[in-house]
């Protein structure tokens, strides 16, 4: 094992052979206790290589001061158990809580190896790391000199990635993919040749009855993708008046009943009932939307993503990111992006059209096969599009 190299709010322990990385390897730098969390981790599961907190990013300087981190994941792709319920409308299947072992399924696997094996790349960004079920692909398509740096905000994954064997080639920073730059540099890179974005929540998220994800369980109301920092969801509530509530409702969910939804939720908090739990708000959703002659998903489905959206950000993030990642891909490189609603896909859309540093792969977006939406209902919304740096 190598001496740890610090690099601004990462750390890594493991060698990338023929790397600039193992060229270049970056002087190490201070560590820094005190302040916000940065909790890195060594990417090699060796006794002794403890968690460290590092200093948090600048006040505004990221959306939210998520920590970054590096780890490493096995790659031998596992048999993910995948034990799901369908809900009572049929439409959508909630996962058992599986503490161990991730049940989601990497949505669009060929297509995203397609996309990006095209331009033979020896770095790729995996933005939206998850179970890791894209970066395992990730790793085959870099090939033995290459390299995957993935990212995610959410500490669970951290642990998770911490608790699996080490594997070569991969590094795992706790982080948004909006500073997939400072991996890069922790890396001791300048460039990756390919960036997957993996949008939403995974199927792990959905089944972690604390994190409120899933209207069918009740829990606290909490939808941050990164529960150490932000404020939950019910928080988000009190602070907001109705009409920035009702806007959300309909701006990131559109509801058409937001404004129902949030005169509710404000008239309880007036009587000192403010909503804190899953079930309090699935319960004003039920009341406030009505039941159409063809409804098909839940009254609460676009408030609860309405409200992830928010306290998460996910539309500002989006949209920074792609503003900055033709900065962070080589020429010729490739940025395949997943979107599971249409206000992501729009952004997506709008921003590969309008910044001539892209070149445009996909006019219309890719959908999953009929055989994939057979066997991962989860995939059924998913649009892939994909754009060549110029
Ligand atoms: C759909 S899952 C990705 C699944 C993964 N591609 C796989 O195959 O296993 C989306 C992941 O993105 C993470 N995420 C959401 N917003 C993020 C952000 N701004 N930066 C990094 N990760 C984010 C979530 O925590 C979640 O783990």
Redesign the pocket.
Known sequence: MRDGWLAENFFRHDSFPGSAWERNAPPALPVHSEGGAFKTVSSRAEPGNKAETLPLPEKGQY?APSGASCGAARATARKGRRTTKISSNGLTPVPEPNENS?C?V??MPDEIVHGVSECSPRIVI??????????RLLLDVVGDGGMVIG????PA?LARVESEPAVDRLSVFL????QAAKALEASGLEYADAM?L?????S??LADRDRGFSFQHDGPLDLR?DPENGIPASEWLARNNEKAIADAIYQFGEERFSRRIAREIVARAKRREPVRTVAALVEICRRCVPRGKHHDIHPATRTFQALRIAV?E?LE?LTRTLEQAPEWLSSGGRLAVISFHSLEDRIVKNAFRDDDRWNVLTKKPLRPSQEEVAVNARSRSAKLRVAERV
């Open positions: 959306d991730p989601h990497s949505v995996d933005g939206t790391y998850g179970a890791g079920g894209h970066s990212l995610d905000r959410d994954v982080g948004s993919y909006e997957v993996d949008l939403g929540l995974s792990d998220q993708f998460n996910e993030i």
